[in-house]
């Protein structure tokens, strides 16, 4: 099989204004666990925000997944100490028969038990990222990799606008946006809001809330959710324990106990239980452009 035989039909404006998006197969439908998309601005944190909290549900007893959908495939080398293959590099070497693939192919034991998977990307500019998640999803349900498990967490690439970037919007049920106390971070919260707004017309995907991430302060962020009606689910200082991890490979479950480890660690166990618990589907406006600069971009 090529790898154009198996793309979904595209759907047209069924997902928003002018959109043209990959259409999710119903049968690649994510059944039995709660599942968290996690977006935010491109170097914002996203990896490790998601392996700390996926490290924070492990810690909580539950069944973890993390897929990175990144073609950079390094979401998951905190949780595993190492950067593993992705599933489409993997579907090339046996010219796309998925059949002869194994579980421990493409997935991978990180700390705590987490289930780590990189679904990777195609070559710049040659195909879409939509079509690998799609390809993932369907690879973990045909070898029941998730029916044992209780929590799936997407690890999105930031600041893209394509069919990748949209695709794990179809499986979540929540939406999670790492941001940080400033213009830009905040500036692409509020594009993302409106992206994560078009698709939940037709998918169950709703908006959780917000990380203000390696940020001393976090007045900006909360000026900005009071304007739009967003809410501030979690808040993770700048603190150089958290650049260490990343260094060292590791989450911060795994580090030395010292006294901003413990408090970071205990602010992912208080999201983790959040959302574990379920949040409030919210339905923020997002701004005008003109309006968010006027209202961020002076004093």
Same mark, same amino acid.
């Given at each position: 099989?090529?790898?154009?035989?198996?793309?979904?039909?595209?759907?047209?404006?069924?997902?928003?204004?002018?959109?043209?998006?990959?259409?999710?197969?119903?049968?690649?439908?994510?059944?039995?666990?709660?599942?968290?998309?996690?977006?935010?601005?491109?170097?914002?944190?996203?990896?490790?925000?998601?392996?700390?909290?996926?490290?924070?549900?492990?810690?909580?007893?539950?069944?973890?997944?993390?897929?990175?959908?990144?073609?950079?495939?390094?979401?998951?080398?905190?949780?595993?100490?190492?950067?593993?293959?992705?599933?489409?590099?993997?579907?090339?070497?046996?010219?796309?028969?998925?059949?002869?693939?194994?579980?421990?192919?493409?997935?991978?034991?990180?700390?705590?038990?987490?289930?780590?998977?990189?679904?990777?990307?195609?070559?710049?500019?040659?195909?879409?990222?939509?079509?690998?998640?799609?390809?993932?999803?369907?690879?973990?349900?045909?070898?029941?990799?998730?029916?044992?498990?209780?929590?799936?967490?997407?690890?999105?690439?930031?600041?893209?606008?394509?069919?990748?970037?949209?695709?794990?919007?179809?499986?979540?049920?929540?939406?999670?946006?790492?941001?940080?106390?400033?213009?830009?971070?905040?500036?692409?919260?509020?594009?993302?809001?409106?992206?994560?707004?078009?698709?939940?017309?037709?998918?169950?995907?709703?908006?959780?809330?917000?990380?203000?991430?390696?940020?001393?302060?976090?007045?900006?962020?909360?000026?900005?959710?009071?304007?739009?009606?967003?809410?501030?689910?979690?808040? *993770?200082? %700048?603190? +150089?324990? &958290?650049?260490?991890? =990343?260094?060292?490979?590791?989450? @911060?479950? /795994? *580090?030395? %106990?010292? +006294?901003? &480890?413990?408090?970071? =660690?205990?602010?992912?166990?208080? @999201?983790? /239980?959040?959302?574990?618990?379920?949040?409030?589907?919210?339905?923020?406006?997002?701004?005008?452009?003109?309006?968010?600069?006027?209202?961020?971009?002076?004093?």
């Amino acid at each position: 099989m090529s790898p154009r035989d198996d793309i979904p039909q595209l759907r047209r404006g069924q997902d928003g204004e002018g959109s043209v998006q990959v259409h999710q197969d119903a049968d690649a439908r994510i059944e039995g666990a709660k599942v968290f998309s996690v977006y935010g601005k491109g170097g914002i944190g996203k990896s490790t925000t998601s392996s700390n909290l996926s490290a924070a549900f492990a810690k909580m007893g539950k069944r973890v997944l993390q897929i990175g959908c990144d073609p950079k495939h390094d979401s998951t080398f905190t949780l595993t100490g190492r950067l593993q293959p992705t599933v489409i590099d993997i579907l090339k070497e046996v010219d796309f028969h998925a059949e002869e693939l194994r579980p421990e192919d493409f997935v991978t034991e990180g700390w705590g038990g987490v289930h780590c998977v990189e679904a990777g990307g195609p070559p710049a500019g040659t195909g879409c990222g939509g079509y690998v998640v799609g390809q993932t999803v369907k690879l973990l349900k045909q070898h029941h990799l998730l029916e044992d498990t209780d929590v799936v967490i997407f690890d999105v690439l930031g600041d893209v606008v394509c069919g990748g970037f949209a695709a794990p919007l179809q499986h979540a049920d929540r939406a999670v946006i790492v941001t940080a106390n400033d213009f830009d971070s905040i500036y692409a919260m509020n594009r993302i809001i409106a992206a994560v707004q078009a698709k939940s017309a037709n998918y169950k995907v709703r908006l959780a809330g917000c990380i203000a991430n390696r940020s001393r302060e976090t007045d900006e962020v909360d000026r900005y959710c009071a304007r739009v009606g967003f809410d501030r689910i979690a808040h *993770m200082p %700048d603190v +150089d324990a &958290i650049r260490r991890s =990343r260094l060292k490979k590791k989450t @911060l479950f /795994e *580090m030395d %106990d010292e +006294d901003d &480890i413990i408090a970071c =660690r205990a602010e992912y166990l208080r @999201l983790a /239980e959040t959302l574990w618990r379920g949040t409030e589907p919210l339905a923020p406006a997002p701004m005008e452009d003109r309006d968010i600069f006027e209202m961020l971009g002076f004093d």
